[in-house]
């Protein structure tokens, strides 16, 4: 079945990038579906960033839009993200979802990782 | 401030039967999209719990199902067990932000 493992550093600077991988196994990422990212700030709910299409159409949260770039790389079978000018705010676990589109829902999760904006 | 509201907290006893709403408004739920559910065990990632307003993905036991009607949707569950001491987040789309949304999480305790 298919498996989502995140990614990247866990310490950001302020006012840098922050920038996730998720490895896609067990499937395509070309398959029919969309993939996701969704943040989850220490000790409240969770926030849908964006997705995106193995053909490379995104969609985002209008709220982070002008920050975030969400991108595939199908040979490498796997998608990232990018999130500028970060502040504290956007200390978080960052997860990676499968998106199944006849319904919109995510049913395949990753395990999340937690990324730190600090100096 | 979340668009899909639920409340933060239920509570109940072994065996018993909860429910936790999610009211959204004319531009999510109303307009007719979708709610999905999600239980959030402490320390683990979301789990796909209910799709499609009542549908329950293969291995979700059928003690926990969901419903909609008008502007909200009701995730029922029960004969509760001590495991289902979790967070549960409803999701939907809403067209006047343009984006997906989740509600606030609401935390179960099994007394």
């Known amino acids: 079945q298919v498996q989502l493992q995140e990614s990247g550093p866990g310490l950001v600077k302020p006012s840098g990038t922050l920038s996730l991988t998720c490895a896609v196994s067990?499937?395509?990422?070309?398959?029919?579906?969309?993939w996701s990212w969704v943040r989850q700030p220490p000790g409240k709910g969770l926030e849908w960033i964006g997705e995106?299409?193995?053909?490379?159409?995104?969609n985002y949260n209008p709220s982070l839009k002008s920050r975030v770039t969400i991108s595939v790389d199908k040979s490498k079978n796997q998608f990232s993200l990018k999130l500028s000018s970060v502040t504290a705010a956007d200390t978080a676990v960052y997860y990676c979802?499968?998106?199944?589109?006849?319904?919109?829902?995510?049913?395949?999760w990753g395990k999340g990782t937690t990324v730190t904006v600090s100096s | 401030q979340s668009v899909l509201t639920q409340p933060p907290s239920v509570s109940g006893a072994p065996g018993q039967r909860v429910t936790i709403s999610c009211t959204g408004s004319?531009?999510?739920?109303?307009?007719?999209?979708?709610v999905h559910w999600y239980q959030q065990l402490p320390g683990t990632a979301p789990k796909l719990l209910i799709y499609?307003?009542?549908n329950r993905p293969s291995g979700v036991p059928d003690r926990f199902s969901g419903s909609k009607s008008g502007t909200s949707a009701s995730l029922a569950i029960t004969g509760l067990q001590a495991e289902d001491e979790a967070d549960y987040y409803c999701?939907?789309?809403?067209?006047?932000?343009?984006?997906?949304?989740f509600g606030g999480g609401t935390k179960l305790t099994v007394l």
């Open positions: 979802a499968r998106v199944k589109k006849d319904y919109y829902y995510m049913d395949v």
């Open positions: 067990g499937g395509s990422i070309s398959s029919s579906n969309w």
């Open positions: 995106i299409y193995h053909s490379g159409s995104t």
């Open positions: 004319s531009s999510n739920i109303g307009a007719g999209y979708d």
């Open positions: 499609g307003n009542s």
């Open positions: 999701q939907s789309y809403d067209s006047s932000l343009s984006s997906q949304v």
